[in-house]
């Protein structure tokens, strides 16, 4: 009999413990759904917020370009030697980047909620989380990724009729570039590097995606992927004599002068590089950094604009 009742008192208990979990359960998800302003990101992540942040950390130039476009500030933005587009932003305190988080800089500031790249700061999550800092993952391989992030922050300040006049800003760019006759467009290499390292840029890659909508030719658009880096492929010289470029683009974080000297050296070590069109007419250029090579935020339409005009320059 006894036996009896401390079975049945023990599932009572039970019962109450799951009623209390599941309650605590329902209680997050219905003070989530109150929350002011509900957020789904990259990593498919949901996060709510009671008001707007007031201490926001971007860690690239990108998130911080599309903050302060949107009327926004940032306590935190990312070390860079590549200039930003807004003064305000200039001053404001470096915390890293996304390849290398300062955690205690960034506990310092008491971020409210940190701007991080989907996959690469994946793992950061649960340390900057532990510090009280709520992290919105996104990335930036394509155009649209970029339009995605400014209606997400858009959402975040609560600055949603400006994010929309971006974001069509942006497309009224790209239909002033949308092939208009049956002229083949130009041919271009796009090459990703620094002294001694130098890979070509893929369709799947934001600067891939931003020649294509320039109106170019990529020639390197069916190359394979390498497996750390799927955006990029291995340089293939033989390919690239054969599909015979007309320009060639170098993007770098690095001196622009002391990278080109370097690709071209590395040329030259190969005599068919000489036969390339590019080459002949002496157009292999180095793009600016803060347009080319990473995300250049709301910037992507000064991208667009320059690379559109080099390529119709080989038209004339």
């Known amino acids: 009999m006894k036996k009896g009742l401390l079975i049945c008192c023990a599932a009572f208990v039970l019962s109450l413990t799951a009623c209390s979990t599941q309650a605590g359960g329902i209680e997050q998800s219905v003070n989530q759904q109150q929350s002011l302003i509900q957020i789904k990101d990259f990593a498919n992540r949901n996060i709510a917020f009671d008001e707007v942040p007031q201490h926001i950390v971007a860690l690239s130039n990108g998130e911080t370009d599309i903050i302060y476009a949107l009327g926004g500030t940032l306590v935190g933005r990312p070390t860079s030697t590549t200039p930003l587009a807004s003064k305000e932003a200039e001053a404001v305190e470096q915390i890293g980047s996304a390849h290398e988080v300062d955690l ?5 500031l008491r971020a409210d909620v940190v701007l991080g790249n989907n996959p690469m700061n994946t793992k950061d999550v649960p340390i900057l989380e532990g ?16 339009k995605k992030q400014i209606e997400l922050f858009g959402q975040l ?10 974001i069509k800003q942006i497309d009224e760019k790209i239909k002033q570039y949308e092939a208009s006759s049956d002229t083949p467009k130009p041919r271009a290499l796009l090459v990703y590097g620094a002294p001694g390292t130098f890979m070509a840029a893929l369709p799947n890659s934001l600067s891939g995606n931003i020649l294509e909508l320039a109106g170019g030719t990529n020639i390197a658009s069916d190359y394979p992927g390498l497996q750390s880096y799927p955006q990029y492929a291995q340089l293939n010289s033989e390919r690239i004599v054969e ?3 007309q320009l060639i683009l170098i993007m770098t974080h690095g001196d622009p002068e002391e ?7 590395e040329m030259q070590t190969n005599p068919a590089w000489s036969s390339l069109e590019a080459v002949k007419q002496n157009k292999v250029e180095v ?8 995300n250049p935020g709301t910037r992507v ?3 667009l604009e320059l690379l559109h005009g080099k390529l119709e320059a080989l038209q004339q």
């Open 104 to 108: 205690e800089k960034i506990t310092l």
């Open 131 to 146: 510090v009280g800092s709520k992290v919105i993952l996104t990335s930036a391989n394509s155009i649209d990724e970029i």
């Open 157 to 166: 300040l609560q600055k949603e009729q400006r994010a929309d006049e971006l």
């Open 243 to 245: 599909a015979g470029p």
């Open 259 to 265: 990278v080109k000297k370097s690709f071209l050296k």
């Open 287 to 294: 793009l600016p950094s803060d347009l080319f090579g990473s």
């Open 301 to 303: 339409m000064e991208s």
